[in-house]
């Protein structure tokens, strides 16, 4: 397994906790360390996405609304729901990260967390929401700003 995939299973995991336990962030994540292995790269990746994912909760979760017919947030699995907002938090915020690779990360967790009926349900409202990104799909976004 890659730092970064354990990095996103373990933003996951916060997150999830998170639904639970709506401590702050800042403590909550010292307390989460101590079970985990993770090398200072992956830490580091985790706790942005875990930032990221509170900072930016309330529009990740009105998109997540928006891809989802028929699915209230309350109604989704607390696991899938989390792993969405993770993807979702990259397609939006982070563009060194193509979509699909998120998208494809997201599957595999879903699969792994959750099971097989997951990663369609997860790559089903991800790709309806990666039509939206205004970036390319497969590649890192490297535009730079243009001069004034």
């Known amino acids: 397994m890659s730092s970064r995939h354990d990095a996103r299973l373990w933003a996951v995991q916060f997150l999830f906790q998170r639904d639970f336990n709506d401590t702050e962030v800042e403590s909550a994540l010292i307390e989460f360390w101590p079970e985990r292995k993770a090398n ?9 996405l875990v930032r990221g994912v509170e900072l930016y909760r ?11 017919e ?24 982070c563009k060194d990260i193509p979509p699909v690779v998120s998208i494809n990360e997201a599957v595999d ?21 990666r039509q939206d990104i205004e970036r390319p799909a497969r590649v890192p976004d490297k535009k730079k700003p243009q001069p004034s």
């Not at 200072?40 to 942005?48: G, L, P, T, V």
């Not at 967790?109 to 929401?129: M, P, Q, T, W, Y």
Request: aromatic residues 10%.
């Open 40 to 48: 200072a790269n992956a830490r580091m990746f985790c706790e942005s």
């Open 58 to 68: 309330k529009e990740i979760d009105e998109r997540l609304r928006k891809y989802a």
């Open 70 to 93: 028929h699915w209230s947030l309350e109604r989704m699995g607390a696991v899938d729901r989390n792993i969405m907002r993770v993807a979702l938090y990259e397609m939006m915020f």
């Open 109 to 129: 967790l879903a699969k792994e967390l959750s099971g097989r009926e997951s990663g369609k349900f997860v790559n089903g409202i991800l790709d309806r929401a």
